[in-house]
């Protein structure tokens, strides 16, 4: 039981630091873009 729960803990660590790190660097670029696409549309 006790090496199922740390395993758990320990997956759950490492698989949300790279989600994280993962979602942020996604959003980031093409949040840059369709900014800069709004102005342009409306120029």
């Known amino acids: 039981m006790r ?3 740390l ?3 320990k ?3 490492y698989s949300t630091k790279p989600r994280r790190t ?3 660097q996604q959003v980031k670029p093409p ?3 369709r900014k800069k696409a709004d102005p342009d549309k409306m120029d």
């Open 3 to 5: 090496d199922l729960i």
């Open 7 to 9: 395993q758990l803990s």
């Open 11 to 13: 997956s759950s660590i």
């Open 22 to 24: 993962q979602s942020n």
């Open 31 to 33: 949040k840059l873009p």
